[in-house]
């Protein structure tokens, strides 16, 4: 069974671009939430979907995007990179309807570097 | 003050020995996750507690509602155990995951 696939690996943007990152979750996982870490502030939580809705969002600002397709697979976008957006960003995809009660499988996450 | 706090932020033992890691969280909580991430980034789920105790060969994860507490031990530890493990709960205001700053494993043989 494939796991918790994040794509690309790796990126360099500039500031003021936009990037999308995406995540295809195991076969059958209808929750993804989204992740940022940071050395600063750790990890934080980004977003949450399940069947393409918007089940919760953390205290980010509306630069910080998301959706959900109908094969579960997500993508978030970040609009006018600053350079603190700097992170890695992780996606988690669950069986039931979210993290809370159902075990997570991680990616190995987005390392975006804005310069 | 943090929601959830970690002890210690760094660890370092020698091969086979016995390790706790402390987790202790302000907020109502509907579940608690442990989790280990190496260096490199990937992140995996050790654990996912609402009340209790849970083992999973060498690991031992214990959770207490009433304290506010969450313990992980690592039972004969080993090199491999080295990486930084993280807890999380699942409650708060907003209902999000509240992660720790992690504890920074090291263990040498």
């Known amino acids: 069974k494939a796991g918790v696939t994040q794509t690309p690996r790796y990126l360099i943007k500039t500031r003021g671009q936009q990037v999308t990152l995406s995540c295809s979750p195991i076969?059958?996982?209808?929750?993804v939430s989204w992740y940022q870490q940071t050395p600063g502030q750790g990890l934080q939580f980004l977003f949450e979907?399940?069947?393409?809705?918007?089940?919760n969002k953390g205290n980010f600002p509306g630069r910080f995007s998301g959706r959900q397709f109908s094969n579960s697979r997500s993508e978030m976008n970040v609009s006018t990179l600053e350079l603190g957006d700097s992170a890695l960003y992780l996606c988690?995809?669950?069986f039931g309807t979210g993290i809370a009660g159902t075990e997570a499988f991680f990616g190995q996450g987005t390392r975006l570097t804005v310069v | 003050k943090n929601e959830v706090e970690q002890s210690p932020q760094n660890l370092t033992a020698q091969e086979g020995e016995f390790i706790t890691i402390n987790c202790s969280y302000s907020?109502?909580?509907?579940?608690l996750h442990w989790l280990q991430q190496h260096p490199g980034g990937g992140i995996v789920s050790l654990f996912m507690?609402?009340?209790g105790k849970k083992k999973h060969g060498r690991l031992i994860a214990t959770i207490n509602i009433q304290e506010k507490h969450s313990s992980l031990h690592i039972t004969a530890s080993h090199p491999r155990d080295s990486a930084v493990y993280i807890c999380?709960?699942?409650?708060?205001?907003?209902?999000?995951?509240?992660f720790g700053k992690g504890t920074k494993l090291s263990v040498k043989p």
């Open positions: 988690a995809s669950s």
């Open positions: 507690l609402s009340s």
């Open positions: 076969s059958g996982h209808r929750s």
């Open positions: 999380a709960v699942y409650g708060g205001s907003q209902g999000n995951l509240i």
């Open positions: 907020v109502g909580i509907s579940a």
């Open positions: 979907y399940f069947s393409e809705t918007q089940r």
